[in-house]
């Protein structure tokens, strides 16, 4: 079988800002892939494509993680017809959507202005495509901006287009610089025709530069093949990568290699599915844990790996990854990785642990740079995860814990960095809801990453430092509230906040309420099931949290944000499956004994709320988070503890299973699988 066959990469992609049933892109790279490349249906810079639109502005490069968190380095490539246009309001071409192939490798677009068609097949750091017009006419190759500054030159005697761009929303040193190269064949430009536009005004030319700018490439044929390379050190290394990721090779080898690298990855788990909609929607799941993180290091002439830091705008040496939220990802990405990953894993796990050495903190939401968006720091419990599971070597582990103990201690000037409330924390044993919001999630995550520290410190043979973290890994019970059974935050003096309610969101909790918020205790279920007066009293709770109409207050946000309504409209109580604090609510049953109360519900909510459409989450999919929750779930297992190198037990719901090459059956087990299993 070919798995790429059954991947939708547009799974989750029929999303608008106010309500999102994944905020997906049909994203075309390979895995892990530097640059990634999408269709561009609409001039929103953000909210770019959407898969029922019937307008096409272009190919995008780009490096988007979120539309939350917003692209970087991004170009549109367009093929256009005369009269050339600047803006996605006027370049636009019709599409009939139906024509459009958007595989993992490959995609392909037909425009009716132009009469043309617009492939392409990606590279590690670039792409091969072809633009092939119907007719012999005035036919351009036109590449645009999006948002910031843009240089683009074309270099007769390179046959070459030489763009740059400092198009970025933050968390970058002032000379960021993204770098690309379009490579044409000998003979397949007319130099003398190539335009420049600015705005309204077009003029012959072959360099501009500006924010608002195009640059429109005429072509001699009606067929013809562009390479096209990426770097964040220079141009001189986009051409290294460009060279010996594409060098002579035809479009159709590249579109080749693209596949059966996909295949490769995709075949890492086989399944027998009850269904064609599982099937489709397990592989289509699958291809989505593999986009994020990206690689954003570069092979120089040495062969050497180097990458260019985003904090002080240096060149270092060794892999470098971004693009990833940990506040999400810990949670299913990386123990999938620790999994099917494994080489791959221990890169990511060094480059973390490389961004203290270079600047001073370990991360929390990377996009090229830091943008800390979310709270606390959990990439502590990814750090942890593969320190267990011996991924990470004594090396490593000691610059991990020394960058861990700082953030643990210290505030940071620039929030971005570090746990926010650390100091407060550390001297009250709870973060205060008068000195930072979302104060409840602060402490909880808090207490989880101090019992990360505690397993870390315990691997090196720090035992004074084990003993004082697991004694702060408990400080979750400072803020339970007996009376109604729920983490509520306090001030500075020890007072609840008087004005509480159950379905308030926001203020004291990060994006949700008391009910999504009240269970983040992965570390130590069984000391949270002692507060509610034993595991029994714990499991009525969650059988309350399904039971309890999906209602809503805001109670900070000004305006109700898109997580409430899709709560709401999921309908399985207040478990928020739509978001990644609820994820573990369903297991908390069989992390405390009873397997086939968390069967019943993941199974419900696999069926009700997944699929391969288009509209196929229930809410933001967040970097393969919420796709591996689906693949863990239909195996029928799940990773409740990251740190803990085990997993507790679900219900398989597939016929059977092939890990890593190795049939895999869930249900031969009681309630906790040992990681040794895999």
């Known amino acids: 079988m070919k798995y790429c066959d059954y991947v939708n990469t547009k799974q989750g992609s029929a999303s608008v800002h106010r309500f999102s049933n994944g905020n997906t892109l049909p994203l075309v790279q390979l895995p892990f892939g530097m640059a990634a490349f999408c269709p561009q249906?609409?001039?929103?810079?953000?909210?770019?494509?959407?898969?029922?639109?019937?307008?096409?502005?272009?190919?995008?490069?780009?490096?988007?993680?979120s539309p939350w968190i917003a692209d970087y380095g991004a170009v549109v490539f367009m093929p256009q017809s005369s009269p050339v246009r600047l803006g996605g309001g006027a370049r636009w071409s019709g599409i009939r959507p139906a024509d459009a192939v958007l595989k993992p490798y490959y995609l392909k677009y037909r425009l009716l202005r132009s009469r043309s068609d617009f492939e392409l097949a990606p590279t590690v750091r670039g792409a091969k495509a072809v633009i092939r017009f119907d007719d012999n006419g005035e036919n351009y190759f036109s590449v645009h901006t999006v948002q910031?500054?843009?240089?683009?030159?074309?270099?007769?005697?390179k046959n070459s287009l030489y763009i740059t761009t400092d198009n970025c929303d933050g968390g970058v040193h002032k000379d960021f610089c993204e770098y690309v190269i379009v490579r044409f064949p000998e003979g397949a430009v007319d130099v003398d025709s190539v335009l420049i536009q600015n705005d309204d005004e077009t003029a012959n030319g072959l360099k501009i530069s500006g924010k608002n700018i195009a640059l429109h490439i005429r072509l001699n044929n009606k067929e013809t093949e562009v390479a096209i390379s990426t770097s964040y050190i220079s141009f001189e290394q986009a051409e290294l990568s460009l060279d010996k990721e594409i060098g002579t090779k035809s479009f159709v080898e590249i579109k080749n290699e693209a596949e059966k690298i996909w295949e490769k990855y995709l075949s890492r788990i086989e399944i027998e599915a009850k269904d064609e909609k599982q099937l489709k929607?397990?592989?289509?799941?699958?291809?989505?844990?593999?986009?994020?993180?990206?690689?954003?290091?570069?092979?120089?002439?040495?062969?050497?790996?180097?990458?260019?830091?985003?904090?002080?705008?240096?060149?270092?040496?060794?892999?470098?990854?971004?693009?990833?939220?940990?506040?999400?990802?810990?949670?299913?990405?990386?123990?999938?990785?620790s999994i099917v990953a494994k080489d791959e894993l221990k890169e990511m796990l060094e480059s973390f642990i490389r961004e203290y050495k270079e600047c001073g903190w370990l991360p929390r939401w990377l996009s090229i740079g830091e943008h800390g968006c979310m709270p606390s720091t959990l990439i502590d419990a990814v750090i942890c995860d593969g320190a267990v599971k011996g991924l990470v070597s004594k090396e490593y582990l000691e610059i991990a814990l020394e960058g861990m103990l700082k953030h643990s201690t210290t505030d940071s000037e620039d929030k971005r960095f570090g746990r926010n409330g650390a100091e407060a924390y550390c001297k009250l044993g709870y973060v205060p809801y008068d000195l930072e919001k979302e104060s409840v999630n602060l402490t909880e995550d808090a207490a989880y990453g101090d019992w990360c520290i505690a397993e870390i410190a315990k691997l090196l043979g720090k035992n004074e430092i084990e003993k004082e973290y697991r004694e702060r890994a408990n400080n979750y019970k400072n803020l339970f509230d007996v009376e109604t059974g729920f983490m509520r935050a306090k001030d500075s003096n020890g007072n609840f906040r008087p004005d509480f309610s159950p379905i308030g969101w926001g203020r004291d909790y990060t994006e949700g309420s008391a009910w999504q918020n009240s269970f983040a205790v992965p570390h130590d279920i069984e000391g949270l099931a002692e507060l509610y007066g034993g595991r029994d009293k714990l499991m009525a709770k969650i059988d309350e949290l399904f039971a309890t109409t999906p209602d809503y207050i805001d109670n900070a946000y000004g305006c109700e944000i898109h997580e409430m309504t899709e709560m709401a409209a999921a309908d399985f109580g207040q478990c928020a499956i739509s978001n990644q604090p609820s994820f573990h609510i369903p297991y908390i049953y069989s992390a405390l004994g009873n397997v086939e109360k968390s069967a019943y519900w993941v199974e419900k909510l696999c069926e009700g709320a997944f699929s391969y459409e288009d509209d196929g989450f229930p809410g933001d999919e967040d970097n393969g988070t919420m796709a591996i929750w689906y693949i863990f779930s239909v195996l029928g297992f799940y990773p409740f503890c990251p740190g803990k190198p085990e997993f507790v037990k679900g219900k398989k719901q597939v016929k059977k299973s092939v890990i890593n090459g190795t049939e895999f059956d869930a249900d031969k087990f009681d309630n906790i699988i040992s990681y040794r299993e895999f």
């Open 41 to 65: 249906t609409s001039d929103n810079i953000r909210w770019y494509y959407h898969p029922d639109n019937r307008s096409f502005e272009g190919i995008r490069l780009t490096h988007q993680p």
């Open 148 to 157: 910031g500054n843009y240089s683009f030159e074309y270099k007769k005697d």
């Open 281 to 337: 929607t397990f592989y289509s799941c699958m291809y989505r844990a593999f986009l994020y993180p990206h690689r954003c290091s570069e092979i120089n002439a040495d062969g050497k790996e180097i990458h260019y830091c985003p904090q002080d705008g240096k060149i270092y040496d060794g892999a470098r990854f971004t693009d990833n939220g940990f506040w999400d990802t810990y949670r299913t990405v990386y123990p999938f990785f």
